[in-house]
């Protein structure tokens, strides 16, 4: 079965960085992709960055373009968001989230992808 596993959540000061896994298991095929969004309390989930495992696509916010980083280890199946620079607006849960058959057209969508984790705390104080 598909699984993501999340890891990497905390409490960091602004300015301030983590770096946060998502580590996939249980698919068929190599081209897949991974997204991260994120959801505050009282927001509308935003797709942060997103990554094609088949050829290394990225897709990336502006709200947090020049500040986050996606990368992947297609050989652990695990994809990393490293996040520099951090804002307490950065604050909220964030998920990942997968897509079957790669990056999807629309990355920022969550209606594009499959599979989701269950979220990782990301508070970042002032």
């Known amino acids: 079965e598909v699984q993501l596993v999340e890891s990497g959540g905390g409490l960091v000061q602004a300015g301030g960085s983590l770096r946060l896994s998502c580590a996939a298991s249980?698919?068929?095929?190599?081209?897949?992709?991974i997204g991260w969004f994120r959801q505050a309390p009282g927001k509308e989930r935003e797709g942060v960055s997103s990554i094609s495992s088949g050829d290394g696509s990225t897709y990336y916010a502006d709200s947090v373009k020049g500040r986050f980083t996606i990368s992947s280890d297609n050989a652990g199946n695990t994809v990393y968001l490293q996040m520099n620079s951090l804002k307490p607006e950065d604050t909220a849960v964030y998920y990942c989230a997968a897509s079957y058959y790669g990056l999807p057209k629309r990355p920022w969508l969550g209606d594009e992808y499959d599979y989701w984790g269950q979220g990782t705390q990301v508070t970042v104080s002032s």
């Open positions: 249980g698919f068929t095929f190599d081209d897949y992709a």
